[in-house]
């Protein structure tokens, strides 16, 4: 069988795979806990932000073959962690919409997890404030120390919509944190 020409390279390994797992494995080695930490910041919970960052090698192991450019690939987990954080978001808000009140006495509430860090950490109540776009461009800029290029390759934005981003939520944070200095 590997005598015909044609069929040369059928049913063996061939070293394109292992140059794409190799390049996968170096990513995720360099790269996992920087990720791990963005998405804490954008989801409030290490467990959950695991399993986004996980979700996004999967799809990046998935499509590596159609990258463009290797080297791209972490702008491609950046940006898979970033619609991970989202769709995170967006089932926690569906869940808070729809999902069935526990039972409690009449009356009694109790602070969910997410108010009580709000009213602990001013900084990360003012960032949840952000819009959406505003909290990722802060969170890329100051947390994960990304230039304006690197954001704007993972957010798919010009170098001009990035700045512009970074200046707005940097002034609507610091009204928010001034407001909450004046409620004391």
Request: glycine letters at 4%.
């Amino acid at each position: 069988m590997a005598s015909d020409p044609a069929l040369a390279g059928v049913g063996e390994p061939s070293s394109r795979p292992a140059e794409h797992v190799v390049a996968l494995h170096d990513l995720f080695r360099k790269h996992w806990l920087e990720l791990v930490r963005m998405a804490t910041v954008m989801v409030g919970d290490v467990a959950t932000a695991e399993d986004v960052v996980q979700d996004a090698f999967e799809q990046l192991h998935r499509s590596w073959y159609r990258l463009r450019e290797p080297a791209s690939g972490l702008a491609y987990a950046r940006s898979a962690v970033l619609n991970g954080c989202r769709s995170v978001h967006r089932r926690a808000a569906v869940a808070r919409k729809y999902g069935p009140h526990l039972a409690s006495p009449a009356g009694a509430t109790s602070p969910d997890a997410s108010a009580a860090t709000d009213a602990s950490e001013p900084v990360i109540a003012a960032l949840r404030q952000l819009t959406r776009r505003q909290r990722e461009v802060i969170v890329l800029r100051y947390y994960a120390d990304l230039d304006i290029a690197e954001i704007a390759v993972t957010l798919r934005l010009t170098q001009s919509a990035v700045r512009a981003t970074i200046s707005r939520a940097l002034a609507a944070m610091a009204r928010a944190l001034q407001e909450g200095d004046s409620d004391d």
